[in-house]
């Protein structure tokens, strides 16, 4: 559904993005992580045909956005950073307007309109004029405008930015719900959120595309991936030691793996290793590695030589 | 057609719904009032003419039209609110054609709530009626040039502050470049062909047409095309910032 390809924006000097490409299929959530200033709103930007890029190429559907730029900003529904919404409508009167420069008109608009009050919970505060709404309600305000025509492509930034912990489940599992018929591209910095409705992430850093991948496979390049922890009264590192690297942590050891690709062996091993000693396990775990720290390691060595 | 008359109605909308439009109406009738009869001797001239409430108007929309005008695109960049409306699918040429037409309809509501001037000329005696009308559809245009420059002054910044005070200057431009004192000023250094030629870029030189009850073609041409040059300036300053 959407297409980029080679995509660069220069504002001035810098080198705002700088050659991303990627593809996001129907059905596919992409997550579009990187810390501030990498890069993430102004590619969004330029999908959703606001600003258009220094060079490259944007296909969604079947238009590209900067040769027909309305058609394809028909299936695109927008959220942008911020959430603006013009502060002195109210919720109805703002709905009504999208709608109908959706070209959505009479009942057609009536059930798009009421659609997403429901999809959105905006029931309470309908006839509130936008400025006297708190965040969480304008935020949902902007998405309801975004889902109003219901669109095959759907670009949020920072979808859950300013909400409370419960808006931002009800937002998460809105995305994942809408991401089985739909390409959906949301930008975050908040590392949970890729696990809890992506299908696939990208992580970007000073307009660079430096990981892309399923979460499961980001986590995987993490140090930690593999690893096995264990907690036991009787144990030590030298005998641990005979399986990899250990690491002494407060009250356990970490074992990590010598080779990566040799899956639940370690954990096998250790096992084993009790057995063998008679050890009394209190814990362990074997590690899915952390997207935490994969993200700090692409992304934190650029931002410090800088 | 359809998405610039949504786009009109909701800035309209906006007009009307906020107690400034309504304080700038009382404010413009109140001014009109005082110019006409007062600073322009209505009652002194003992002639059945608008020409004293008319002849106000070029230096009465310098400061007006610029305050009605200079929200339109500075708010909408301030607030962001310019993202989610040239992310729908709204051509840029529309939305800035819908809010100059917005805003203009606005002027003109102000202007059509003057006509108890005109009540009061034909109470009084028996003025020329074909002439007033001319005189308000040029009152028309001349608002209409004022407020495409300010559209275009809105564009370039978020600050509503220096949209006004650069539209203002603009349009005194547009004044001064006919009025007589500066015109009388030229001619002592500049040859008649000069002076004509800066005087014809003038909005007073091609409003005092319409006030003497003339609607020439070349004067509706003129605002025409002021206007249409504005908007256009307004749209290369719009796509500028989007393409950093």
């Known amino acids: 559904m959407i297409k980029i390809d080679n995509l660069v924006k220069v504002f001035g000097p810098k080198r705002a993005v700088d050659g991303i490409s990627f593809t996001v299929e129907r059905g596919e959530v992409l997550g579009f992580l990187g810390p501030n200033g990498a890069g993430k709103s102004t590619t969004m930007r330029m999908i959703t045909g606001f600003m258009p890029p220094t060079s490259g190429k944007i296909t969604v559907g079947t238009h590209d956005v900067l040769e027909s730029p309305i058609e394809a900003k028909r299936l695109i529904g927008y959220l942008p950073e911020n959430a603006a919404s013009y502060p002195d409508m109210t919720v109805a009167s703002f709905l009504d307007f999208v709608a109908e420069l959706r070209n959505l008109h009479g009942g057609a608009r009536k059930k798009a309109v009421n659609r997403v009050i429901d999809l959105c919970f905006l029931q309470s505060v309908l006839h509130q004029s936008i400025d006297t709404l708190s965040k969480g309600y304008k935020h949902r305000t902007c998405l309801a405008q975004a889902l109003i025509h219901d669109p095959d492509v759907l670009i949020m930034d920072e979808p859950t930015d300013g909400l409370d912990p419960n808006q931002k489940h009800e937002v998460r599992n809105l995305i994942r719900e809408l991401g089985a018929n739909k390409a959906i591209i949301f930008s975050t910095h908040i590392l949970e959120e890729v696990d809890a409705a992506c299908s696939r992430a990208i992580i970007i850093d000073r307009g660079r595309i430096v990981a892309n991948g399923t979460p499961e496979e980001l986590r995987g390049m993490s140090e930690l991936a593999g690893a096995v922890t264990l907690q036991a009264r009787g144990a030590t590192k030298e005998r641990l030691e005979t399986l990899g690297r250990v690491e002494q942590l407060n009250g356990a050891f970490r074992i990590y793996p010598r080779d990566k690709s040799q899956g639940p062996q370690l954990a096998q091993d250790v096992v084993q290793l009790v057995n063998q000693y008679g050890w009394t396990v209190e814990g362990m775990y074997s590690e899915r590695g952390e997207l935490d720290e994969v993200f700090r390691r692409i992304t934190l060595p650029d931002t410090v030589k800088k | ?244």
């Open chain 2, 1 to 244: 057609m359809k998405t610039i008359w949504t786009i009109t109605k909701r800035e309209l909308y906006a007009y009307f719904t906020s107690p400034v439009a309504y304080v700038f109406l009382v404010i413009f009738l109140l001014l009109t009032g005082f110019f006409t009869f007062t600073a322009g001797n209505f009652f002194e001239r003992g002639e059945a003419s608008l020409a004293a409430f008319f002849g106000w108007h070029p230096w009465l929309y310098l400061v007006l039209v610029p305050a009605v005008g200079m929200r339109v695109w500075a708010e909408e960049r301030r607030s962001g609110t310019i993202e989610l409306l040239l992310t729908l699918p709204v051509a840029p040429w529309q939305a800035i054609v819908a809010k100059f037409l917005a805003s203009w309809i606005f002027l003109a509501v102000a202007l059509l709530l003057t006509f108890p001037a005109v009540i009061t000329v034909n109470i009084l005696g028996e003025p020329d009626n074909g002439m007033i009308f001319a005189g308000y559809l040029g009152s028309l245009f001349l608002a209409g040039a004022y407020l495409a420059i300010t559209c275009m002054t809105s564009a370039m910044t978020r600050n509503q502050v220096v949209a006004f005070i650069l539209s203002v200057v603009i349009c005194l431009f547009f004044i001064l470049a006919g009025f007589n004192p500066v015109t009388d000023l030229m001619t002592r250094w500049a040859s008649p062909a000069v002076v004509d030629t800066v005087a014809a870029f003038s909005v007073v030189t091609h409003f005092d047409g319409f006030q003497r009850g003339v609607i020439d073609i070349r004067d509706l041409v003129f605002f025409l095309s002021l206007i249409g040059f504005a908007l256009f300036a307004t749209g290369v300053i719009i796509r500028g910032h989007r393409a950093g």
